[in-house]
């Protein structure tokens, strides 16, 4: 299994990122993905999941009506488009496998938001 993010960087307070994810080493097509994410000094934080057909998706209230997960199947690929971003949303993301926090994950992407 190998899960690759791409997409963080610097945002300013009120701006927006789309974070990708490609996965390899598995029937993307037959699994829920998930976007976790751990700021510095806490714990890590399941924050979107959308199922194999990306039909359903649900939301951490922490991130709800700011952020959309969507998939591509055929491009094997996860996104999470993030909107309205605050300074508590600065974290590293990682893309994981399944539905939940516990599942296999890439290295991660940062995400910094700050003036």
């Known amino acids: 299994v190998q899960l690759v993010e791409s997409g963080g960087g610097l945002v300013q307070p009120g701006g927006s990122l789309t974070l990708s994810c490609t996965g390899s080493?598995?029937?993307?097509?037959?699994?829920?993905m998930s976007w976790a994410r751990q700021a510095p000094g806490k714990a890590l934080e399941w924050i979107s999941g959308i199922d194999r057909d990306g039909v359903k998706t649900h939301y951490s209230d922490s991130v709800k009506g700011r952020s959309s997960i969507s998939r591509d199947n055929n491009k094997n690929t996860v996104t999470l488009q993030m909107n309205s971003l605050k300074p508590e949303d600065t974290a590293v993301y990682y893309c994981?496998?399944?539905?939940?926090?516990?599942?296999?994950r890439g290295q991660g992407t940062l995400v910094t938001v700050s003036a």
């Open positions: 994981v496998l399944g539905w939940g926090r516990q599942g296999s």
């Open positions: 080493g598995f029937t993307f097509s037959l699994v829920s």
